[in-house]
């Protein structure tokens, strides 16, 4: 009887470390077909009723090209929209992922708005880091002297 239990322990531990090594194979095969996600970053030069949009979004091939459309979602959200296509007069495109610059201006309210966004009508993540001018000149009136001093260097 003694031998029947040391003969089950081993065939337990057997599988128990066959079934451990099954599970980290397979988690190691999952986690390698899956990017991290990266959000997208976008500076926002906030004016007075605009926000000026500029960042980069990655692309699958370097003969991808991205266009920028906005919309507005809510009073206090905007949507933007990148749409990637092919350039087809490339002969050759490597498959490798690269950067491709946008600009988007949006005309909302100064404070208080939010942005999401949409890559190939698939929801993207975005970081917006604001940018808001210590002074927001007046139009009409001339830019102060240290204002001038900036803009020159």
Not at 55 to 72: A, F, H, M, Y
Request: glycine share 4%; with cysteine; hydrophobic share 45%.
């Amino acid at each position: 009887m003694a031998s029947f239990f040391r003969s089950l322990v081993w065939l337990v531990l057997i599988v128990a470390v066959g079934l451990a090594a099954t599970l980290l194979v397979a988690n190691a095969i999952i986690r390698s077909q899956f990017k991290p996600i990266i959000p997208i970053l976008a500076r926002d030069n906030v004016g007075v009723g605009s926000h000026t949009l500029s960042g980069n979004v990655p692309v699958q091939s370097t003969c991808d090209e991205v266009i920028v459309d906005t919309e507005k979602t809510s009073d206090t959200s905007y949507t933007i929209l990148f749409s990637t296509w092919r350039e087809p007069y490339i002969p050759t495109c490597a498959s490798q992922e690269v950067l491709r610059e946008f600009h988007a201006i949006i005309f909302a309210p100064s404070l208080g708005v939010s942005f999401a966004a949409t890559l190939n009508g698939h929801p993207v993540p975005i970081a917006v880091i604001p940018e808001i001018p210590l002074r927001t000149p007046m139009p009409g009136h001339p830019p102060t002297k240290s204002e001038a001093a900036t803009s020159t260097h």
